[in-house]
């Protein structure tokens, strides 16, 4: 929402927004661009009388904002619709769906067409180091979106990418997620369905070629062109050293790419992003020296700081799986350095306990964890269990401070995951630690 308000704003409306927690980097991103943000959902906004009142999913009914548009009759949309009918009519879009990977992906896509000079518009859910914004309206063509599976908003229960309509359409993965809203993974893979029959036969479907869940999905039905990563017969990547990979499309040689990015999650985001913008036109040796100058995303796998020889990790990981992949990227970036890995499980599905048991297996490679446990509806302590004494659980935020504290030594690497802000864990981990004399690294 808060990208839909960017882009609403560079395309000349005045714009406002209201939510009951903004945090940085949105926070700030929104304030730089002059839009107005309201803390909480007063009915006395009413008065702003706005042409439309643009409406994230977040709002349900009972909302006392929204009860007072309801009863006044205001005109009010979705943000998937607006952004459809305001910004991508006309525009050839590009999407990036799946369940992990999108943000990355995304950004990865929108930075290989700017540097084509394609000057696209884009509406990421993160902000790509590479642009310092989450959206831009963009004065080409194209236009690149992430693709949510999420549900649009409390009055229309599609997922937002059915409203995008895109000519080239990503599929990195489909897992099952969001349990809030989803019953298992077959209901998940029909919202994919029902997204691969809106692209057209002219356009192109990029795909993981090595995710049943995606092929279960085309054989509901494609009439669109397919591409394929991540298999010999398509687009796919051998290291040559470190982080440097020769890339090739069904066995033919396409040039090196050199990544600053670590994890074989992040090669095949790469991968992905090179075969859409392929189709878009894009030479794959251009794609290549693009991502060569590609920097990440904030909240991915981004160094917050070092003190006391301590190095602080931020990362959106809130799935087991995201959680595994993340973990085994820093561990092929710091070698045997101890990595203490910090968690929240925050998520609607982590909250709701339906991957419980998949949480430690994921957790099993970092030397030590630490996760907050306030407001869930299981025992973490419990599905914890099976890493032993590595594990702390702590209800109090400032008690799993302490305890992270009490055991980081010089030479560390603490990751923290949530995909909120954490009570502000990271700098309070960082002013913690340079307030304290650096200890002798453990030998």
């Given at each position: ?45 009413i ?51 799946g ?17 084509a ?23 080409g ?26 000519v ?16 298992d ?6 919202q ?42 398509g ?89 595994a ?89 603490v ?29």
């Open positions: 929402m808060g990208g839909v308000a960017a882009i609403a704003k560079s395309a000349g409306y005045r714009v406002t927004g209201c939510d009951l927690n903004v945090y940085p980097p949105m926070s700030t991103q929104l304030e730089s661009q002059g839009i107005e943000l309201v803390s909480g959902y007063g009915a006395e906004q008065a702003l009388k706005p042409d439309v009142w643009v409406v994230g999913n977040v709002v349900s009914r009972g909302n006392p904002l929204m009860e007072a548009i309801l009863d006044r009759g205001d005109r009010y949309v979705s943000g998937p619709q607006w952004l459809a009918e305001n910004a991508l009519h006309g525009r050839r879009v590009l999407a990036v769906a369940t992990h990977g999108k943000t990355t992906t995304a950004s990865m896509l929108a930075w290989i067409l700017e540097e000079r394609f000057a696209p518009g884009f509406l990421i859910g993160g902000v790509p180091l590479n642009f310092g914004a989450s959206a831009c309206l963009g004065r063509e194209h236009f690149v979106i992430e693709a949510d599976e999420y549900d649009t908003a409390f009055f229309d229960k599609r997922s937002k990418m059915i409203h995008y309509r895109p080239v359409a990503i599929l990195n993965n489909i897992e099952f997620d969001h349990a809030d809203i989803f019953a993974l077959a209901s998940i893979e029909t994919f369905h029902h997204f691969v029959r809106t692209l057209p036969g002219n356009g192109k479907l990029v795909i993981n070629g090595a995710d049943p869940a995606i092929e279960r999905v085309l054989a509901r039905g494609c009439w669109t062109p397919v591409d394929r990563f991540a298999v010999s017969k687009w796919n990547a051998m290291r040559i050293e470190g982080q440097r990979y020769e890339v090739l499309r069904n066995g033919e040689r396409q040039g090196t790419l050199s990544l600053k990015l670590q994890g074989e999650h992040n090669l095949q985001n790469a991968l992905a992003a090179i075969a859409a913008a392929a189709s878009a036109g894009v030479a794959a040796g251009d794609a290549l020296d693009a991502l060569a100058r590609f920097k990440g995303v904030r909240r991915r796998m981004e160094l917050r700081g070092n003190a006391g020889g301590v190095a602080i990790w931020d990362d959106f990981a809130h799935h087991p799986t995201a959680i992949t993340t973990i085994a990227g820093l561990r092929e970036q710091v070698g045997a350095a101890r990595i203490l890995a910090v968690l929240e499980p925050r998520s609607n599905t982590m909250r709701s306990g339906v991957m419980k048991d998949r949480l430690a297996p994921s957790l099993q490679d970092a030397d030590r964890v630490f996760c907050y446990g306030a407001n869930l509806g299981w025992d973490a302590g419990a599905a914890l269990a099976p890493l032993g004494s590595r594990v702390r659980v702590e209800d109090d935020l400032q008690k799993l401070v302490d305890a992270v504290l009490g055991e980081a030594k010089s030479g560390d690497q990751l923290v995951m949530s995909n909120g802000g954490f009570g502000g864990i990271h700098e309070m981990l960082l002013r913690a630690l340079s307030a304290r004399r650096a200890p002798a690294a453990r030998t």
